[in-house]
């Protein structure tokens, strides 16, 4: 299984894409000599970085922090004394331990999900919303959506493993105790 996604709260999925797709943060200007003035070391310890507590190396952080501030992968290279391939692999191990980090969280949170309903291949997707709520009656936990919002969330979290009403792969949907409802698929 794999996490597709975890509705309710800030997730894995957007926080994997955030560092996915290199951005411009809020309130960042379009100069690039900004992000090239950026101070790695005083940035990484505004955010919290602690390599003794974290799955990247300080490299790896460094490149990122960078990359999410725009700069270009050639700019980091010269600016580290390294090639611009050794930066792009540095980037590459780093999303890759960021979405591995992730669904690790996922997987433990899935553990301990005190609701945990398994979706069949073949089901209708009407059918997905009264199975969750039979399930947290049983289990004494809140879910705080519509049936026709779960329906989307699941449909819209579970990517091509829906398709129309048909579930097309099995899926695990997990509903953490405080009502959060995580979607994963086979």
């Known amino acids: ?6 509705l309710g709260r800030t997730t894995p999925a957007v926080s994997v894409a955030f560092f996915n797709t290199p951005h411009k943060p809020a309130g960042m200007s379009d100069d690039a000599g900004d992000a090239a003035d950026v101070d790695v070391d005083e940035l990484l310890e505004r955010l919290g970085f602690d390599p003794d507590e974290n799955i990247l190396t300080r490299r790896q952080a460094e490149v990122l922090a960078l990359r999410e ?3 270009r992968q050639a700019d980091i290279a010269t600016r580290l004394g390294t ?3 050794n930066v792009s692999s540095v980037e590459a191990s780093a999303r890759e331990n960021v979405r591995k980090a992730h669904e ?3 997987f433990a949170e899935a553990l301990t999900a005190p609701v945990q309903v398994r979706i069949e291949t073949g089901t209708d997707l009407y059918d997905i919303p009264n199975r969750v709520y039979d399930a947290c ?6 879910v705080n959506r519509t ?23 099995e899926l695990l949907v997990g509903v ?3 009502g959060s409802v995580q979607v ?3």
Request: glycine share 12%; hydrophobic share 35%.
């Open 69 to 71: 501030r725009g700069l």
């Open 176 to 178: 953490t105790g405080d």
């Open 1 to 6: 299984m794999r996490t597709v996604g975890t």
């Open 137 to 142: 009656d049983e289990a004494g936990v809140k």
């Open 147 to 169: 049936a026709p919002d779960l329906m989307k969330a699941i449909s819209d979290a579970a990517g091509d493993a829906v398709q129309g009403r048909k579930v097309r792969r």
């Open 104 to 106: 690790t969280v996922s």
């Open 83 to 85: 090639s611009r391939a």
């Open 184 to 186: 994963r698929t086979e």
